[in-house]
């Protein structure tokens, strides 16, 4: 809360932004900024994907195609958030961890398999992958 605001005035405002996010997102108003034709990292499929990314008041809005206030283009440039949060609860999984890294360490074996040969930063990537699912599964074993 800032200061000399009521509370009713802080969630107005908070509310405001967020609204104003959503419509951005949807493309119904300019982002501040868009940062167009970027190469972006997916960190859930860990795939690097191609679009626009939309900003508003210092968070994303959306990626896809957008136009802003400000667009800067980033052709040929790879474009990655600070903080990249790709994190699991593993108690929500359900699974137990073993169980857990025998499932990471498949999956990370079927993304090598399925790496085209010339593309080499995909396959180190899954090697790291394949290599944190082992050594997961080690520690749990160890654990025992």
Known sequence: MKPHETTAQCVERKLGRKLRLIRVARGEEPADIVFKNATYLNVFSN?????????????????????????????????????IDARIHLESSLVS??????????????????????????KTSYYADLERAKLYADTDKRMK
Do not use: N, T, W
Not at 54 to 77: F, M, P, R, W
């Open 47 to 83: 795939d690097f994907c191609h679009g626009d990314i939309a900003v508003s008041d210092g968070l994303i809005a959306g990626i896809g195609s957008y136009h802003g206030s400000k667009e800067v283009d980033v052709s040929g440039s790879f474009v990655c958030p600070a903080l």
């Open 97 to 122: 961890p073993a169980e857990f890294a025998r499932a990471a360490q498949e999956m990370a074996k079927r993304r090598l398999e399925q790496a085209e040969e010339d593309d080499a930063y995909a």
